[in-house]
Each structure stands twice: as structure tokens, then as C-alpha cells.
């Protein structure tokens, strides 16, 4: 990056600051703080920063006009200290983030930012219901990460002294990590007229947890296999592994001659449909699990971008979600902020592909043009464009 183009982006970032309201989070105070300057060639966080000693936050940001800026997950006695072992950790929130890069069914090669970003949403609504329904907090912050993805802050007060062997357990659980079929069902003796001896009934739990979503799948294909042509029931379950078209037609009845069964959860009506429900299971996990970064939520001492900062990657902002607005928040023209809207500047580009912002499509010349200043502020922090004179 050449140096017009750091002066220009560190004056327009404290443009920024000084009319933002950027809120501190909760207990600021107790909480170690980080932040990387527009230094030439580097990119070292200087951290181990306390409120204290920073000051009022707006006026800092104002001054210092930061590259990035990022406040721990740890409460502490003393934020400010230079080790650990010397801040005296009290506890800290539960921090998920989720980045589109990291998703499996996103190639950044070929997916735009748009489409990155959209799976990302998808994985997010996904690790929602996890954390309301399984889980039960209740004091979630949703926040645009101001590049491909998103965090989730959980600060209910029984999160905050679990240790990292506890919060791995949680990203195991939101992954889907180690979820066996059989650890789901329950088995009970059933009697009934003409057996001559009792038989195992088992029945997958659908109260909650993996067990509710793996039965909603399993009676979701159920509900398809029986609206379709039998042939073509057939051939679909020909698809799964160790399914013939004898076994293919057993599990077909029985999934019409049990469907009532089945929404009691019962997984049992006949061996090849039993077969075929630990399919759907692993179906079910593997489409249902949310990605998350796991060093974020386990680390104890994380530090998280700071919610209504500018990201230094892209000039957006890290923005907070109301979860009522979460469906219809666009992350490329929301997160857009105002005083990069209404002028355009002149840019230099780098011929590469086109850029997506604010509901338009961007062409990027190997050359001087002028665009919006907030695609110019994208272009140039992504390191794709040089700031030209005016």
C-alpha cells in the first residue's frame, strides 16, 4: 500500500470516529484492549491496552484513528497488565465467529463476496437455534464482522468461568462433532399380540437438540418418498449406501404403511428403513451443524473486534444486528458507512475482478477511475486499488 493511500484511508477512519457513537461493551473496564495503527509494512497489534489507560474511547478512536480495533472476551482485575498470569482472569463471554472462508460448501475461489456472505447467514441462523433452543441463552449480540462473516457474543453470566475444555464441548456439540445415531434413540420392551417374545422398540428423541433435528429430516424425506412416484421413490433411495431395490422397496412401505409411527419417532417399523434413518441422521448433521472458527469460542482470552469499528480489511463497519433484523440486513450496502456515501473519489485499480457494494456492481481497471468513495475505501483497504490525486 502505498503511503497516499494509508494517509488518505487513516484520515477518512478518524472522519469516521469523530462522528461515531461507538459503544463500549459491557464491563469495558475489566476487559484488555488491542488495536493495529495504518503503520507502513506492519500489521502488529498493540494490545495489553486498558480503558484506563486509553482514555474516553471515542476521543482515542478520534486521535489514534485506528487500522482495527478489538476488545477481550476475559474479564480481568488488571486488563492492562503485560502477562496473563498478571492480568488475574475473572471469566469471559462466549465468542463465536463465523467466516465464510471456513464454511464447507463455499469455494472463495469461485463464490463472490456476495454469495460467501450469504452462506455465512445461513450458517449463523443455524448456530442461533442452537445457542436459544439447546443451549438457552438468552444474552446474545450478533454483530457483521465488517468482512466475510460474523460474530456472536454470548455473555450470560453462567458462561463466564467455563474453562476451554467446556467451551470445546460446546463447538463440538454446534459441529455435530461425535454425533452417533444410536446416542439419540431410546429403547423400550414392547409386547405385542402374536409375539411369542418381547422384541426392542427404538425411538429417537424429538423433544430437542440433534434428536428433534434429525427426526424433522427423517420425516421431511418420508413426507417427499410418499408425494413422488413409487419408481422414483425407489431410484431415490437407491442413492444411499447398501439400499438395493429390495431393501429399497421394504423401507418404502414401511415409511407408507408407519407414518404416524414415525412422527412419534419411532425409527424401528422395519430393518431397511432403520438402515436408511441412520443415513438421514448423518445427512442431517452434516447439513445442520454451524462451522464456527473453534479457537475463537474456546480461547478464554480472545480478543473480538470491537462492534461499531471500522474493518481495515474493507472500510465497512462491524455492525451490530437486532436478531428481528437479521433476515433482511445486507452486510454489502447496511454496513456501508454514511460519511463514505454521497462523493466519489479517484482511484487506481488493479484489473482484477469486479466488486459487489451498495446494491451495484463495481468493473475494476488497470487503471485511474472514478467510483463511489466507499468502493474506492474497499478497493484500497483490500489492497486492490491506490488512492490517486484529485
Not at 56 to 65: M, Q
Not at 169 to 174: A, C, F, I, T
Not at 254 to 274: K, L, M, Q, S, T
Request: charged content about 30%.
Amino acid at each position: 500500500m502505498e503511503e497516499r493511500t494509508r494517509a488518505y484511508l487513516r484520515g477518512r477512519f478518524g472522519d469516521y470516529y469523530r462522528r461515531a457513537d461507538v459503544v463500549a461493551p459491557p464491563a469495558a473496564e475489566r476487559r484488555e484492549w488491542g488495536y493495529i495503527p495504518w503503520s507502513a509494512g506492519s500489521t502488529t497489534m498493540v494490545r495489553h491496552q486498558s480503558l484506563l489507560g486509553m482514555g474516553d474511547l471515542g476521543a482515542f478512536l478520534a486521535e489514534r484513528r485506528p487500522r482495527h480495533v478489538y476488545f477481550s472476551a476475559g474479564h480481568y482485575t488488571a486488563p492492562g497488565a503485560d502477562t496473563m498470569a498478571e492480568k488475574g482472569w475473572e471469566g469471559s463471554d462466549l465468542i463465536f465467529d463465523l467466516d465464510a472462508d471456513h464454511l464447507p460448501d463455499v469455494d472463495p475461489a469461485a463464490d463472490s463476496h456476495a454469495e460467501m456472505l450469504a452462506a455465512c447467514k445461513e450458517a449463523l441462523f443455524r448456530l442461533l437455534d442452537f445457542l436459544s433452543d439447546d443451549f438457552g441463552f438468552e444474552d446474545l449480540t450478533v454483530v457483521f464482522s465488517g468482512g466475510r462473516g460474523y460474530h456472536v457474543h454470548v455473555r450470560d453470566p453462567a458462561v463466564r468461568p467455563l474453562s476451554r475444555a467446556a467451551r470445546r464441548e460446546v463447538v463440538d456439540y454446534v459441529r455435530g462433532i461425535d454425533v452417533e445415531f444410536e446416542a439419540l434413540l431410546r429403547s423400550e420392551t414392547v409386547a405385542g399380540l402374536g409375539r411369542k417374545t418381547p422384541t426392542e422398540k427404538r425411538t429417537i428423541e424429538t423433544a430437542g437438540g440433534w434428536g428433534r433435528r434429525v427426526h424433522e429430516h427423517i420425516e421431511a424425506v418420508v413426507d417427499e418418498l410418499i408425494e413422488i412416484d413409487e419408481a422414483e421413490a425407489i431410484d431415490r433411495l437407491q442413492a444411499y449406501d447398501g439400499i438395493g431395490p429390495g431393501k429399497a422397496e421394504s423401507a418404502l412401505r414401511a415409511a407408507r404403511n408407519n407414518r404416524e409411527g414415525i412422527a412419534a419417532g419411532n425409527v424401528d417399523v422395519h430393518p431397511a428403513f432403520f438402515g436408511l434413518a441412520r443415513q438421514l441422521a448423518a445427512e442431517a448433521v452434516a447439513d445442520q451443524s454451524a462451522a464456527i472458527d473453534e479457537p475463537v469460542t474456546t480461547d478464554t482470552h480472545r480478543l473480538i473486534r470491537l462492534p461499531g469499528s471500522l474493518h481495515g480489511g474493507t472500510g465497512l463497519q462491524v455492525t451490530p444486528i437486532d436478531e428481528a433484523d437479521l433476515a433482511a440486513f445486507d452486510p454489502l450496502a447496511d454496513a456501508i458507512p454514511t460519511v463514505f456515501r454521497n462523493h466519489e473519489i479517484a482511484v487506481r485499480g488493479d484489473g482484477g475482478p469486479p466488486v459487489e457494494l451498495g446494491g451495484e456492481t463495481f468493473t475494476v481497471p488497470a487503471d485511474e477511475f472514478t467510483v463511489p468513495e466507499y468502493a474506492g475505501v474497499f478497493l484500497m483497504a483490500r489492497g486492490r486499488a491506490e488512492k490517486e490525486k484529485e
